[in-house]
């Protein structure tokens, strides 16, 4: 008791004592969650708002990023649904990034520069749509601000029917391509 006492020293006793007991982990967005209904995504320019909860009808998958141009969300994430043989049966698929559109833009023109695979790409610049999936995460000391957490969401009738949600924030593993289309 003397060590957490210690260890607590300066702590109010509240936070002191909740700190003892284990937190559970976060809920991120999951299986059955409704698609955010918010007017906060752009493509190719800031007039230019989606709101995927009215967009995505029927299925589809979203993908979230980190950051455009990052070197994992460029040359394995994204690049893998690009080449993926069953892209074309997922439905409508996007791919959110926690930037501006014009940057989304010119990512995703220099991903698939004819744009044959049909991905829009779309910038949450204030991450209000991340926010409210609950996937951000403060990523100030690599890209300055929160980004989003690495995920892909199956999507059926405007709810979730699938989340993949990196559990470390930022790796290429249950939100690979392979693992969401198979």
């Not at 980190?66 to 649904?81: E, I």
């Amino acid at each position: 008791m003397f060590a957490a006492r210690r260890l607590t020293a300066g702590v109010p006793r509240v936070l002191s004592q909740r700190a003892l007991f284990h937190n559970t982990a976060p809920a991120f967005v999951q299986k059955g969650d409704a698609i955010p209904d918010l007017d906060v995504l752009v493509e190719n320019s800031p007039g230019n708002k989606v709101n995927l909860a009215k967009e995505l009808k029927g299925k589809g998958v979203i993908i979230g990023v980190p950051a455009a141009f990052s070197p994992a969300c460029s040359s394995t994430h994204v690049p893998g649904y690009i080449n993926h043989p069953k892209l074309k049966e997922a439905g409508q698929v996007f791919v959110v990034a926690v930037n501006d559109p014009f940057v989304t833009k010119a990512w995703g023109e220099s991903l698939d520069a004819s744009g044959k695979s049909g991905i829009r790409f779309l910038g949450d610049p204030t991450g209000k749509f991340s926010d409210a999936l609950d996937v951000t995460f403060d990523s100030a000391s690599i890209f300055g601000n929160n980004r989003s957490k690495r995920y892909a969401l199956v999507v059926e009738n405007g709810k979730v029917k699938e989340a993949f949600v990196e559990p470390d924030n930022i790796g290429v593993n249950v939100s690979a391509a392979e693992k969401v289309l198979g």
